[in-house]
């Protein structure tokens, strides 16, 4: 999957669609730094709000050796189930 992804990048740079199923297909492999670059070319605000967006980002900056940004992406949510699965994922 990586692979075709990889070849039709181009055509699809600023596709909030392609770029949050890039970034699952690539952190789900292991590429943590172009699954962060990807993730954070989504612009679409119902995406970034979500819970599953949310945790896959703060995973790749974990990976990435930058846990802050994990955290400050936890500050920014509010009291609920899932910032508390967010924690835990961070811890």
């Known amino acids: 999957v990586n692979i075709y992804l990889n070849s039709v990048k181009a055509y699809m740079y600023n596709d909030d669609d392609f770029n949050w199923n890039y ?5 789900q492999t292991g590429n943590y730094k172009a699954a962060e670059e990807a993730f954070l070319l989504v612009q679409n605000e119902t995406y970034k709000n979500d819970y599953c967006y949310i945790s896959w980002l703060a995973r790749c ?3 990435n050796g930058q846990p802050k940004l994990a955290w400050e992406l936890y500050l920014k949510m509010d009291t609920s189930n899932e910032s ?3 924690l835990q994922l961070i811890a």
């Open 23 to 27: 970034g699952i297909s690539l952190a």
């Open 61 to 63: 900056h974990i990976m």
């Open 84 to 86: 508390f699965n967010l």
